[in-house]
């Protein structure tokens, strides 16, 4: 049995310097996405480091096993999730859904004008496939523009989708 789920996710674009002077005990906050560390003007904001890519691959996967979304697994009033890396929310919805389900693939987009992620899509590929343990060949990842249009194209945030297919491991339970 297959099953598919969808994930959005979408984090406010801040100058970094208005970040800092905003929350001066996170000045370490870096611009992530898809687990890399890219070079930005600019940052994202949200309770954890806000790297709308890996949180759509969360939303996408706990989708299509059943569970509660990543606002409800990881809630942004746990102080305990301030600053965290995504990518050990994403290892915390693998533990939740290997019990029961394994990853066919996953193809997920990034909306933003800026920055250009071409360069750095197959190192967020490489990450995501190593923190997933699958294959780099199970993950898409692909980047859009929306053409100046929206709050993705004035620059004023950064959204993200993923779809999945999950495999059920024990179809006779």
Known sequence: MLRIGHGFDVHALLDKNLFIEKYPERKEHK??????????????LGHSDADVLTHAVCDALLGAAGLKDIGNQFPDHDSSYLGIDSQKLLEKVLELISRNFFIANIDSTILAERPKFAPYI???RIKLAETLSININQINIKATTT???GFTGREEGIAAEAVCLLFVRNESK
């Open 122 to 124: 197959e190192a967020m």
């Open 147 to 149: 053409e100046k249009l």
């Open 31 to 44: 611009f992530i996405m898809g687990g890399i560390e890219i070079p930005c003007e600019k940052v994202l």
